[in-house]
Nanobody
Framework: QVQLVESGGGLVQPGGSLRLSCAAS????????MAWYRQTPGKERELVAT???????DYADSVKGRFTISRDNAKNTVYLQMNNLKPEDTAVYYCGAKDRYRSSWPVDYWGQGTQVTVSS
């Protein structure tokens, strides 16, 4: 019903920036929350940022002030602007979406993930 495709990951030096994109297709009018998660090997996937259909945003304390989540409804795309990147930000970043009429936890749909590596 919904497909999510991430892009924009890569290798960046500490203090650098990256902008991740998540393009949604399918029955997108049912999506009310978009989110970015990240995961490193052996660790639980953690929530990074969320944005609701009304435009409200929330961030993990570890990224607050450095990351910004936004969405462009005309392009059916959500973004994660990551500034002042740190080595501990290294992870696979996943886009997730909540469907108004479904109840999977934590999200109903996942993207395939994009690797972000912060290293000198």
């Amino acid at each position: 019903q919904v497909q999510l495709v991430e892009s924009g990951g890569g290798l960046v030096q500490p203090g650098g920036s990256l902008r991740l994109s998540c393009a949604a297709s399918g029955i997108i009018f049912r999506l009310n929350v978009m989110a970015w998660y990240r995961q490193t090997p052996g660790k639980e996937r953690e929530l990074v940022a969320t944005i609701t259909s009304g435009g409200s945003t929330d961030y993990a304390d570890s990224v607050k002030g450095r990351f910004t989540i936004s969405r462009d409804n005309a392009k059916n795309t959500v973004y994660l602007q990551m500034n002042n990147l740190k080595p501990e930000d290294t992870a696979v970043y996943y886009c997730g979406a909540k469907d108004r009429y479904r109840s999977s936890w934590p999200v109903d749909y996942w993207g395939q993930g994009t690797q972000v590596t912060v290293s000198s």
